[in-house]
């Protein structure tokens, strides 16, 4: 059954909102055991580090049981605060068996291994490998303790999404749930935004601009879908499963982070609002949990 399918089944009793998240947890894990040996025990790394996983890996587990049918999900990309890289590096390095096979800190280009990143948000892109299964798995430090301001500046919407230790959050769920991914102005004018479009076409995604996707076009006011309105991941907008809520309180981090909200702004999208700035722009709005 499709995520959105489940989070309106999950809203009917207090039964089914147990079943949903056993089912949604479970299916995490089944995941994740193609990448580590114990999935609970990477939850907790997650969820004390306050990392979480997200690019074409979060993808692909949105889109479980929808029309555009399971995707291939690849590598694994781990999103860290700056503070907390090292310990998720070495707990998949003397705990999991992974090597390191690459530290990248100088980025020449956007366009990092099989996804576009926006490097002024990254410090560091440690890759790492198995050298049993050969799985891959980046790990990639923000240059803050924010590790969603990444995320936030994907290509395209449709990779605006993560999962993390605890929670499933999807950014723009009426189109990438649809098989929709709008163009992030910021890399509109990319050499490698063809090829990476071309990329997710192969995977039954429609890729166009906001201007295209009539999905997204508001009307008389801004909503979410609006490339004017100010967003932050987590908002009504999105949609959010806190698949598990009962993880042991000594394990919730102590150290300050940052929540991005943004805006793509500058971009028509077929409505009647009046427009935005004419530039995207990001806000690091800070909160100690």
């Known amino acids: 059954m499709p ?10 009793c207090r039964w ?71 310990g998720v590096v070495g707990y998949l390095r003397f705990v999991e068996g992974y090597q390191v096979v690459r530290v990248q800190r100088d980025f020449d280009s956007l366009l990092v291994y099989d996804d576009l990143y926006h490097c002024s948000s990254i410090e560091a892109v440690t890759a790492m490998v198995h050298p049993v299964t050969n799985r891959k798995i980046d790990v990639i430090a923000a240059l803050n303790n924010a590790p969603l301001q990444p995320v936030r500046h994907f290509w395209t919407t449709a990779l605006t999404n993560y999962v993390s230790a605890d929670s499933i959050c999807i950014t723009y769920p009426n189109l990438t749930l649809n098989g929709i991914g709008c163009i992030n102005p910021d890399a509109a004018d990319d050499d490698n935004i063809d090829v990476l479009s071309a990329k997710y076409s192969t995977r039954g995604f429609a890729i166009g601009t906001f201007e295209h996707n009539k999905a997204s076009r508001c009307r008389k006011s801004r909503h979410g879908y609006c490339p004017h ?19 042991p309180q000594q394990l919730q981090p102590t150290f300050p982070t940052a929540e991005p909200m943004w805006r793509y702004a500058g971009w028509k999208c077929g409505g009647r609002c009046p427009p935005g700035n004419p530039n995207s722009e990001t806000v690091l709005v800070p909160y100690t949990v």
Not at 30 to 40: D, F, M, N, Q, S
Not at 229 to 247: A, K, N, P, V, Y
């Open 16 to 86: 089914w909102r147990n079943n949903v998240d056993r089912h949604v947890k479970n299916a995490v894990h089944k995941e994740l055991r193609a990448y580590v040996i114990t999935p609970h025990a990477f939850r907790n790394v997650l969820r004390a580090s306050r990392a979480v996983i997200s690019g074409s890996w979060a993808l692909g587990l949105a889109m479980r049981r929808t029309d555009q049918g399971d995707m291939d999900i690849g590598d694994m990309d781990v999103y860290t605060p700056l503070s907390s890289q090292r």
């Open 229 to 247: 309105t100010m967003r932050h991941f987590g908002d009504s907008h999105c949609l959010t499963l806190e698949f598990d809520t009962t993880s």
């Open 3 to 12: 995520l959105a399918d489940l989070m309106q089944l999950r809203s009917t």
